[in-house]
């Protein structure tokens, strides 16, 4: 009976701290409510007025300490880059490092990137909402100066169309959509990726903006798109690390967390973007 009291005491104790640390139903809209956005200090930032703005929850990120909002038609799910975002606070290179996200969302895996000491990163996004989105949290953690957010056209989606030819990264990180699927509306371009093109044209592309020593990093949850960077990414002159202690066989088919693979470019002989297309 003791015992029982005690795990009974410890779940109402568990419950009030819960309550009183994330946002209900019903206060989602406004919190946390000591926080409003601030238009005169955007500087060279494009977020939309605020009447413009449509939040659809704030979101506590337990890892990181901190509170994202989302904007409605943008993707939230951080436990697809749980280990991504494990690496990224524990590597000293993210130090003064420049860095590109390609598909940012909510800005959580850049943001995370500028909290870990990167100098800057550049964050691309082909969602309006999303593109927004992570400018308006990037203020909100008072990250602005060090934030760069792209809008990438719909009539031309590669992942490098709004990256200048000369630029160069330490580090590209994407944590792309993982299925094979058509898309009928923008914040479908989040989860599906048509004949996977965008992760071929990574594997394809992503060398020539990166510094000697860059690094891709990409986080999927699927056992076919992982299968098709471990078959292919040789080809194209990368070594791959699949930095997840977990068997990819044992997987379903689509999973979370995420596994985080790392890509670094070796001194073999890159191959034709031709040679990755499916037989």
Request: glycine share 6%; aromatic share 10%; net charge negative.
């Amino acid at each position: 009976i003791a015992i029982a009291l005690f795990l009974l005491s410890m779940l109402l104790i568990f419950a009030t701290l819960r309550g009183f640390y994330l946002p209900q139903a019903d206060d989602q809209q406004t919190w946390p409510a000591t926080y409003t956005f601030n238009p005169e200090r955007s500087g060279a930032m494009k977020i939309p007025s605020p009447s413009a703005l449509s939040i659809k929850a704030w979101n506590f990120v337990y890892d990181l300490g901190i509170e994202l909002a989302q904007f409605e038609t943008v993707f939230w799910e951080p436990e697809d880059t749980t280990s991504l975002r494990t690496w990224i606070a524990s590597t000293p290179d993210m130090a003064d490092s420049r860095v590109l996200e390609i598909g940012t969302g909510t800005g959580l895996i850049a943001l995370s990137c500028l909290l870990a000491g990167a100098e800057r990163v550049v964050a691309t996004d082909i969602n309006p909402q999303a593109f927004a989105n992570s400018q308006y949290n990037a203020q909100h953690l008072e990250l602005e100066e060090r934030f760069d957010a792209r809008l990438v056209s719909m009539d031309s989606p590669q992942p490098f169309a709004v990256v200048d030819a000369g630029e160069r990264f330490d580090f590209i990180i994407s944590n792309p959509p993982w299925e094979d699927a058509p898309i009928e509306e923008v914040a479908a371009y989040a989860l599906y990726d048509p004949g996977f093109g965008l992760l071929d044209q990574l594997l394809t592309d992503t060398a020539d903006h990166l510094t000697p020593s860059g690094k891709l990093l990409l986080a999927y949850g699927a056992r076919r798109a992982i299968e098709r960077i471990l078959r292919d990414a040789p080809k194209y002159g990368w070594h791959v690390q699949l930095a997840d202690p977990r068997e990819l066989d044992a997987q379903p088919d689509v999973f979370i967390p995420g596994m985080l693979l790392i890509l670094t470019q070796t001194k073999q002989e890159v191959a034709t973007p031709a040679a990755s297309a499916d037989e």
